[in-house]
């Protein structure tokens, strides 16, 4: 293959990913700040009603109000936990940094070359560093997606009512600690 056709594919290629990992950011960065200021106004909303002074009518008028807004700060928390734009906003900015990074060493190692200068083992560098970055933005992002899953599987657990053992090595040191402190106390 043409070294220059090689690295114009990878350039085109490392150029795409880019303007899919900035839309992406755009919109986890909206949904993340879209829900913590929705829930956050929601909720203050609702200590406002209920501490207003009202007739008695507009009370219970309030009351259902607030009712509606706490249920609906509850819907909005279960989505963000749920889906956790947050942490995937983080994991996007992340990804597009070392994207747009790569981008300028390729294009600083292109303009201080030739054509007839290009190394194909520094193509294929940048070809295995790109590659990287996308292996690294897929575990993280099944990372976030197992942290979900653990959560909802201990939520399932204590709203069940079943004696499940969760797999979470802080978890488990938490419960050897409040043993260990149990059995002290016991003992005294």
Same mark, same amino acid.
């Given at each position: 293959?043409?070294?220059?056709?090689?690295?114009? #594919?990878?350039?085109?290629?490392?150029? =795409?990913?880019?303007?899919?990992? &900035?839309?992406?950011?755009?919109?986890?960065?909206?949904?993340?700040?879209?829900?913590?200021?929705?829930? $956050? =106004?929601?909720?203050?909303?609702?200590?406002?009603?209920?501490?207003?002074?009202?007739? &008695?009518?507009?009370?219970?008028?309030?009351?259902?109000?607030?009712?509606?807004?706490?249920?609906?700060?509850?819907?909005?928390?279960? $989505?963000?936990?749920?889906?956790?734009?947050?942490?995937?906003?983080?994991?996007?900015?992340?990804?597009?940094?070392?994207?747009?990074?790569?981008?300028?060493?390729?294009?600083?190692?292109?303009?201080? =070359?030739?054509?007839?200068?290009?190394?194909?083992?520094?193509?294929?560098?940048?070809?295995?560093?790109?590659?990287?970055?996308?292996?690294?933005?897929?575990?993280?992002?099944?990372?976030?997606? &197992?942290?979900?899953?653990?959560?909802?599987? $201990?939520?399932?657990?204590?709203?069940?009512?079943? #004696?499940? @053992? @969760?797999?979470?090595?802080?978890?488990?040191?938490?419960?050897?600690?409040? #043993?260990? @402190?149990?059995?002290?106390?016991?003992?005294?």
């Amino acid at each position: 293959m043409n070294l220059k056709a090689k690295f114009n #594919t990878f350039q085109e290629e490392l150029n =795409c990913s880019i303007g899919f990992f &900035e839309d992406k950011h755009k919109r986890t960065k909206n949904r993340a700040y879209g829900i913590k200021i929705t829930s $956050v =106004c929601f909720s203050a909303l609702i200590t406002v009603i209920l501490g207003l002074s009202v007739s &008695e009518n507009l009370l219970v008028l309030f009351k259902d109000i607030a009712l509606v807004l706490g249920a609906a700060v509850t819907i909005i928390n279960a $989505v963000d936990a749920f889906y956790n734009y947050g942490a995937l906003w983080i994991k996007n900015t992340v990804t597009l940094s070392k994207l747009r990074e790569l981008k300028i060493k390729s294009e600083m190692y292109l303009a201080g =070359c030739q054509d007839s200068d290009l190394s194909e083992k520094k193509i294929n560098e940048f070809i295995g560093e790109f590659q990287k970055i996308l292996r690294e933005d897929m575990k993280e992002w099944l990372r976030i997606r &197992e942290r979900v899953g653990r959560m909802e599987d $201990v939520k399932e657990n204590l709203i069940g009512g079943s #004696t499940a @053992i @969760i797999q979470d090595k802080g978890v488990d040191k938490f419960r050897s600690e409040k #043993t260990d @402190i149990s059995k002290s106390e016991e003992n005294n």
